[in-house]
T-cell receptor, first 108, second 115 residues
Framework: GIQVEQSPPDLILQEGANSTLRCNFS?????LQWFHQNPWGQLINLFY???GTKQNGRLSATTVATERYSLLYISSSQTTDSGVYFC??????????FGQGTELSVKP | GAGVSQSPRYKVAKRGQDVALRCDPI?????LFWYQQALGQGPEFLTY????????KSGLPSDRFFAERPEGSVSTLKIQRTQQEDSAVYLC?????????????FGNGTRLTVT
């Protein structure tokens, strides 16, 4: 089946720093989503991005479907950005296949 | 409600007990998914409904797991004769259209602990 790999697995930032999270996938996909799972376990939609670039405040995402990767950029990080970031590819009938996540910790 | 609602929020079951987990999707959403998330892992697909039809149940780990959505709205995930390896967070998600064409919105999950 399709493989979804995220890097880095863990990231520690000082508040105000920028970061880039990467998601590679092994097969053509219909779509891709980025999620933030907060410390209470809630999965929050960040981006629904099959291709191109989208921006929402301090966050932006770029998917290059032909090269099978997506990037999530976080600028001017805040402590509330802490948590686990998942990318998930939309595959075969709509089910999401998740990567293992990047655990981000932003220190004040 | 405004979002996907799941209940109970926490469930502790003794090994061998049956449990039922409920999901209320966003009103009008056609697609409904169940996922299982073990500690430190990404969510893994269990099953998918389009309205009342269960179109994919390939992720259900054993025949002890059963899901239904009889009227195309509320869904129930039932686990019979629970085992310790069933301990996980069970997440429900819904989307407005077929899942390929609209984003999924997740509930807060039910944390199941089997003792």
């Amino acid at each position: 089946g399709i493989q979804v790999e995220q890097s880095p697995p863990d990231l520690i930032l000082q508040e105000g720093a920028n970061s880039t999270l990467r998601c590679n996938f092994s097969d053509s996909v219909n779509n891709l989503q980025w999620f933030h799972q907060n410390p209470w376990g809630q999965l929050i939609n960040l981006f629904y991005i099959p291709s191109g670039t989208k921006q929402n405040g301090r966050l932006s995402a770029t998917t290059v479907a032909t090269e099978r990767y997506s990037l999530l950029y976080i600028s001017s990080s805040q402590t509330t950005d802490s948590g686990v970031y998942f990318c998930a590819v939309v595959y075969q009938g709509g089910k999401l296949i998740f990567g293992q996540g990047t655990e981000l910790s932003v220190k004040p | 409600g405004a979002g996907v609602s799941q209940s109970p929020r926490y469930k502790v079951a003794k090994r061998g007990q049956d449990v039922a987990l409920r999901c209320d999707p966003i009103s009008g959403h056609v697609s409904l998914f169940w996922y299982q998330q073990a500690l430190g892992q990404g969510p893994e697909f269990l099953t998918y409904f389009q309205n009342e039809a269960q179109l994919d149940k390939s992720g259900l780990p054993s025949d002890r797991f059963f899901a239904e959505r009889p009227e195309g709205s509320v869904s129930t995930l039932k686990i019979q004769r629970t085992q310790q390896e069933d301990s996980a967070v069970y997440l429900c998600a819904s989307s407005l259209e077929r899942g390929e064409h609209s984003p999924l919105h997740f509930g807060n999950g039910t944390r199941l602990t089997v003792t």
